[in-house]
Nanobody
Framework: QVQLVESGGGLVQAGGSLRLSCVAS????????VAWFRQAPGKEREFVASLSWGAGVPLYTDTVKGRFTISRDVAKNTAYLQMTSLKPEDTAAYSCAVSLSLRPLSSKSPDFYDYWGQGTQVTVSS
């Protein structure tokens, strides 16, 4: 079991920045990859970014490339999502997720991940 707790969400004006954190506990030694997803009201869950826990090239959805940065601190069992130049369309509940193994699925798919946090709300005002 892995437990995930997100924090760092809030209300920010367009153009502002926020840094989300995701603290993992439990079987953290087995984490293979971490990702951030978001879900706006009335919309489906959307992939935002992912990163291998050990090392690797981050993946981003096109709408956040150049504005968001995913990172992780293995020693702290924490993943981050630094968000800059925020837009109203970034408003959503953001959740982190971890995978404990490699599987024949895209890391952009929610099915790639085993555990999810409860989410943190990000609201960007215009």
């Amino acid at each position: 079991q892995v437990q995930l707790v997100e924090s760092g969400g809030g209300l920010v004006q367009a153009g502002g920045s926020l840094r989300l954190s995701c603290v993992a506990s439990g079987r953290t030694r087995n984490i293979y990859a971490v990702a951030w997803f978001r879900q706006a009201p009335g919309k489906e869950r959307e992939f935002v970014a992912s990163l291998s826990w050990g090392a690797g090239v981050p993946l981003y959805t096109d709408t956040v490339k150049g504005r968001f940065t995913i990172s992780r601190d293995v020693a702290k069992n924490t993943a981050y999502l630094q968000m800059t130049s925020l837009k109203p369309e970034d408003t959503a509940a953001y959740s982190c997720a971890v995978s404990l193994s490699l599987r024949p699925l895209s890391s952009k798919s929610p099915d790639f991940y085993d555990y999810w946090g409860q989410g943190t709300q990000v609201t960007v005002s215009s």
